[in-house]
């Protein structure tokens, strides 16, 4: 029986990695958390039983414990609560499906307890991959990824002599803005933005597709779970999200990792690696499909790539400061309080406000994180 805990069972990784439990019958899950939705966590505690939930608000926290008086599930809260759960003995895999910069703590923790992570939330790297992947290696523990495109280049690794590896091709769909120049943008709206061509996804991530801020997040990540150069990551406009990603090889070899445009095989990849098991989704039918076709990203309209690469080859803080920046700003253009085309002008200004720290600290990571936070408040 594998045992596994959640952080971000509620949301769209979070719900298809228990579907993935549903359908296998030997995933225990020991533990559980999410923001504030207990209406759904009620439901995932009466079916799957975890020993531990955790709510990160506080109130939300107080009316589940009285939602599920009747059951043995404990409820804790806040960071403490997320800490109790990557630590706990019962578990063997966290899986980290938590939105923003709140899983680098649990993650730290999980590692130090030497959990193996299904990584889902790619914040944690992006801003302290420095911390966290010589602290993996050093307690000899697994980061198997599950965004799509890292599972893709995973996967394609395999059996392979990485000394040979020459090119991480990394894919994009490019969004439902694929194709628009930037006087177009200027009149997109938030329900537009949220009209993904191919991936069913949350509204951030969705957003993100859409300005292309998310395949700078993917290139930083990418970054430090295969120990590449920013030079040796180059993104792929492939629009029918059939490529998920490729390995280019010395010798001129590409292998790539091809299937429908489905999270559940990468997030069932990772709980069982290096197992495939039998999943009961659609195959690719070549014939209907007719053609896969690529391009190249347009990345003085999209700046959220351009600005990503700033980002990393600056390095130190400066990843946390794009990333928080384009946190903020996104949850102001889901409430319609700016413009498409300010998600970019406010992630630079941030950037360009930031005094960069060389090797920071979980704690300076954070404090940048907060500046920049109350840099768009002040600014907007």
């Known amino acids: 029986m594998k045992k596994i805990a959640i952080l971000g069972s509620t949301g769209s990784i979070g719900t298809q990695t228990l579907q993935i439990a549903r359908e296998n019958k030997d995933i225990e899950v020991v533990a559980l958390a999410a923001g504030r939705n207990t209406k759904l966590m009620e439901q995932q505690i009466r079916e799957f039983h975890p020993q531990l939930v955790c709510m990160w608000e506080e109130e939300a926290g107080k009316i589940l414990r009285n939602a599920v008086k009747d059951t043995d599930t404990k409820v804790v809260t806040g960071m403490e609560g997320l800490i109790e759960i990557a630590t706990m003995p019962q578990a063997e895999i966290l899986v980290t499906a938590i939105v923003g910069m709140i899983g680098i703590r649990p993650t730290i923790a999980a590692i130090e307890s030497k959990k193996d992570i299904a990584l889902a939330n790619k914040e944690t790297l992006v801003t302290a991959g420095h911390i966290i992947m010589p602290l993996a290696k050093k307690m000899g523990v697994s980061i198997l990824p599950v965004d799509s495109e890292h599972s893709a280049i995973f996967q394609s690794l395999q059996g392979q002599d990485r000394g040979g590896l020459e090119k991480i091709l990394l894919t994009a769909s490019g969004g439902p803005f694929r194709g ?22 949350g509204r951030k991530i969705t957003i993100d597709s859409a300005s292309l801020v998310n395949k700078g997040l993917e290139v930083m990540e990418a970054k430090w779970l295969f120990d590449v150069e920013l030079s040796q990551i180059q993104v792929v406009i492939q629009p029918q999200s059939i490529i998920h990603s490729m390995v280019q090889y010395r010798d001129g070899a590409v292998i790539a990792q091809l299937g429908i445009p489905d999270m559940k095989l990468p ?114």
């Open 180 to 201: 628009k120049k930037r006087e177009e943008l200027e009149h997109m709206t938030v329900e537009d933005a949220l009209k993904h061509p191919n991936w069913s996804m």
């Open 267 to 380: 997030i069932q990849y990772a709980l069982y690696y290096p197992e495939r098991r039998p999943m009961k989704e659609e195959r690719i039918d070549f014939f209907k499909l007719g053609q896969i076709t690529f391009e190249e990203p347009d990345s003085d309209t999209f700046e959220g790539l351009k600005l990503a690469y700033r980002a990393a080859e600056t390095g130190g803080s400066m990843p946390t400061v794009f990333n928080a920046a384009n946190e903020r700003a996104v949850a102001l253009f889901l409430e319609k309080k700016i413009r498409f085309l300010q998600i970019y002008e406010l992630i630079e200004a941030a950037m360009e406000h930031h005094h960069m720290i060389e090797n920071p600290t979980v704690e300076q990571i954070l404090a940048a994180e907060q500046e920049s936070y109350e840099f768009i408040e002040n600014r907007i």
